[in-house]
């Protein structure tokens, strides 16, 4: 079965700063991997995708996410946030082993304070 | 291009009550799913359909029934609304292997 935790929350984080959210996934095949971000009261927007290759992946706004199998860990990082960055984060696992179904995780709140 | 469309936006239902959450993308896309979003828990598939003509139950497809009524559209249907079932829906479509592409979502209560 596959599975995504997300250990953190809430993350607040001061405008500048940076930021990376945590995600760890179980999945018995190499994994696609996704991250989605959602402002409030909206759908979900992708940020960026692993399938294969390259394990840093640069996504839209800034982001990037880093694929280590050994930890099955695929970690989201922003060096500098922005206001507008205060939304909820998303990872999401999936892959040819399922069906191309997504499991999501619990999600990550940010906050951006001034 | 619209997307992926979702009617009503929002719903409120008394308990016992139908209604169908209607869904509509116009990116050819062959897969499209349902999902409920509730506080805490992200995102938990309902049901899905890989192609035209299929569907499958996904992680919470109890009290829910779907419809694949052609490639571009897919329905929810709440046969008896129960209070549980107030959530956030939102669909999705994609190709097989490919990012999934999210509406706007459709905030449902049942009283």
């Known amino acids: 079965a596959q599975s995504v935790t997300q250990p953190d929350i809430h993350i607040t984080v001061s405008e500048g700063a940076s930021l990376e959210l945590r995600c760890n996934y179980s999945?018995?095949?190499?994994?696609?991997l996704f991250w989605y971000v959602q402002s409030p009261g909206q759908g979900l927007q992708l940020l960026l995708k692993y399938f294969s290759g390259d394990t840093l992946v640069q996504g839209i706004k800034g982001f990037e996410a880093e694929f280590k199998r050994s930890q099955s860990s695929f970690n989201l990082r922003k060096p500098s946030v922005h206001w507008s960055d205060a939304a909820e984060y998303f990872c999401a696992v999936g892959g040819p082993a399922g069906d191309y179904k997504l499991s999501f995780g619990a999600g990550t709140t940010v906050t951006v304070r001034a | 291009n619209a997307g992926v469309t979702q009617t009503p936006k929002f719903q409120v239902l008394k308990t016992g009550q139908s209604m169908t959450l209607q869904c509509a993308q116009d990116m050819n896309h062959n897969s499209m799913y349902w999902y409920r979003q509730d506080p805490g828990m992200g995102l938990r598939l309902i049901y899905y359909s890989a192609s035209e003509g299929t569907t499958d139950k996904g992680e919470v497809p109890n009290g829910y029934n779907v419809s694949r009524l052609n490639k571009r559209e897919f329905s929810l249907r709440l046969e008896s609304a129960a209070p549980s079932q107030t959530s956030v829906y939102f669909c999705?479509?994609?190709?097989?292997?490919?990012?999934?592409?999210f509406g706007p979502g459709t905030r449902l209560t049942v009283t």
């Open positions: 999705a479509s994609s190709d097989p292997g490919n990012e999934q592409y």
């Open positions: 999945y018995g095949a190499t994994p696609y």
